[in-house]
Structure formats: C-alpha cells, structure tokens
C-alpha cells in the first residue's frame, strides 16, 4: 500500500489530482468545518475514511 501525507496547502488543481488518483482519502478530524473535500471524493466517487466525531459535525452542519 502506498501512503501519501499531505500536511501543506494544495491548489485546487493538486488537490483534485490527489483525490483523483487515490483508492480512499482518510480525513483525520477531531471537529470539521466546511470541509471541502468530503463533496470532492464523493463527486469523483472516492471513499473517504472520517473519525466519529469529525464525521458528527458534518452531518450536523448539513441539517442546519
């Protein structure tokens, strides 16, 4: 398995790219907010990997 780990500000273009080219994206979140990429993967179909409580605030900022 080939691990890539991203800690820097990607552009649009290399984020896409990145998400693109993956088997799953993992979004380690303790709180989310906004997050962007979650609507991308699922867009490319993409699964994405989120911790319970990352995943919480998402749905509850959807139902708001």
């Known amino acids: ?10 552009t649009n ?3 896409l ?6 088997r799953f994206v ?3 979140y303790l709180e989310a907010s906004q ?5 991308i993967c699922d ?8 911790g319970k ?3 919480e605030k998402i749905v509850e900022m959807d139902l708001e």
Not at 1 to 10: A, F, I, Q, R
Not at 43 to 50: C, D, Q, R, T, W
């Open 17 to 22: 790219d990145e998400i693109a080219t993956s």
């Open 26 to 28: 993992v979004l380690p």
């Open 13 to 15: 273009e290399e984020l």
């Open 35 to 39: 997050s962007g990429t979650i609507p």
């Open 53 to 55: 409580n990352g995943w």
């Open 43 to 50: 867009a490319l179909g993409v699964p994405v990997v989120i």
């Open 1 to 10: 398995l080939d691990v890539t780990y991203k800690t820097k500000w990607l």
